[in-house]
């Protein structure tokens, strides 16, 4: 089956009882029991929810692999999966991480007896002389957050199970339609289904798949166990927004490829940040292992803060909004909003600087994008 039918009818068979073409919504917390301890597979909507389930058996397919679990949010599902790590392991991450993870690993995990390195996984060689014999996890994400770094899958892949690690990897960037790192020797992904899995800016969820069944079961007992879960509603919006993944990431991609080539040429940008650009310094190693590079741009303004920050503000139909993923276009500048946390010297050196503006390139008219963004640049 293909990625595109797989969206709409994984986990979604139409309803017993009703014959519902649409997987309802089960909001429900507790289920009727036909005799003490017989029951239906379903006890109580934080262990069993049907609307969950389908979402979790979509996700699933779509990553290539049999195991999927919902999440509250991507920043749930995350923290969900440290719990494989017990007090004295040790981590090696990617250092351009999103924000929140390496929140959590530093000021959550770090309490809890858990060490981190990171590394610039795009490196395989930092990764190699970061491993240490208590190393259990090997954290990626790729593409990375502003500036857009991809990690070879399969190259750290093969270190991790060289030092007897497992490789996670957050593919929020890229969704599965166009990397699946289980395929590439990942042993779990998670997502922030809050960006393009939902993909229309109106949910917070997170997800966890994996092909291992030793690693499904432990992140199952702990979705159990410490109850960071979606909501049946949330779970069927994130539902619903799979069934269109394939089409939007399309125009998401067309779109920003279309931008990436515009901004390229633009007198007063310096450098454009787009894995589908020849020019860009991953862009070998992102045509190996995604069938396509995204809606994330990150440019460099020449001029500096004054001029990034000008831009940001003049456009219309690009919203200055934090967050990325969803059908709207959104403009931000980094330096000051969603990377704001990091030191401007820990940033500067690299290439995190305030000259730099991120898009999410949406799915409107590329003609209404690109005249909006012609407007705002100007001067
Ligand atoms: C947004 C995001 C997260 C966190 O997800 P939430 O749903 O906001 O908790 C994690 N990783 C990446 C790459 C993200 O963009």
């Known amino acids: 089956m293909h990625f595109e039918t797989t969206a709409i009818h994984a986990g979604q068979e139409p309803e017993e009882t009703t014959g519902a073409v649409v997987v309802p919504i089960f909001q429900t917390?507790?289920?009727?029991?036909?005799?003490?301890?017989?029951?239906?597979?379903?006890?109580?909507?934080?262990?069993?929810?049907?609307?969950?389930?389908?979402?979790?058996?979509?996700?699933?397919?779509?990553?290539?692999?049999?195991?999927?679990?919902?999440?509250?949010?991507?920043?749930?599902?995350?923290?969900?999966?440290?719990?494989?790590?017990?007090?004295?392991?040790?981590?090696?991450?990617?250092?351009?991480?999103y924000g929140g993870t390496y929140r959590v690993f530093e000021k959550v995990f770090r309490d809890f007896g858990i060490d981190f390195t990171y590394v610039t996984t795009a490196d395989l060689a930092e990764v190699e002389a970061a491993m240490r014999p208590e190393t259990k996890l090997v954290w990626v994400e790729t593409p990375t957050n502003p500036l857009l770094q991809i990690t070879d899958i399969a190259g750290v892949s093969a270190i991790a199970k060289k030092h007897g690690a497992w490789l996670g990897v957050d593919n929020t960037f890229a969704s599965p339609y166009f990397q699946r790192p289980i395929e590439h020797g990942a042993d779990f992904v998670v997502h922030s289904t809050t960006k393009f899995l939902g993909g229309h800016s109106d949910v917070v969820g997170g997800a966890a798949v994996t092909d291992d069944p030793e690693i499904h079961e432990k992140l199952a007992f702990a979705q159990n166990a410490m109850g960071a879960i979606p909501g049946p509603f949330d779970?069927?919006?994130?539902?619903?927004?799979?069934?269109?993944?394939?089409?939007?990431?399309?125009?998401?991609?067309?779109?920003?490829?279309?931008?990436?080539?515009?901004?390229?040429?633009?007198?007063?940008?310096?450098?454009?940040?787009?894995?589908?650009?020849?020019?860009?310094?991953?862009h070998e190693i992102a045509k190996k292992q995604m069938s396509g590079f995204g809606a994330l741009i990150s440019f460099y303004v020449e001029g500096g803060v004054d001029e990034a920050v000008a831009i940001c503000g003049k456009t219309k139909v690009f919203t200055l909004a934090e967050s990325l993923g969803g059908v709207e276009s959104l403009i931000e500048h980094p330096g000051k909003m969603t990377h704001a946390s990091i030191p401007p010297e820990v940033r500067e050196p690299r290439g995190l600087g305030d000259d730099l503006v991120r898009l999410s390139v949406g799915i409107e008219h590329i003609d209404d994008l690109l005249a909006d963004l012609d407007e705002a640049m100007k001067g």
């Open 235 to 282: 779970s069927w919006i994130v539902l619903r927004g799979l069934k269109t993944l394939g089409v939007r990431m399309d125009r998401h991609e067309s779109n920003a490829r279309r931008i990436a080539d515009w901004l390229e040429k633009h007198p007063r940008v310096r450098k454009v940040l787009y894995p589908g650009l020849e020019s860009f310094e991953h």
């Open 29 to 97: 917390s507790t289920y009727a029991q036909t005799a003490v301890a017989e029951h239906k597979g379903y006890e109580y909507s934080r262990t069993q929810n049907p609307t969950r389930g389908a979402m979790e058996t979509c996700l699933a397919a779509l990553e290539g692999a049999r195991f999927g679990l919902g999440f509250a949010s991507g920043m749930a599902a995350t923290s969900t999966a440290m719990t494989l790590l017990s007090q004295g392991d040790h981590v090696v991450s990617s250092n351009d991480v």
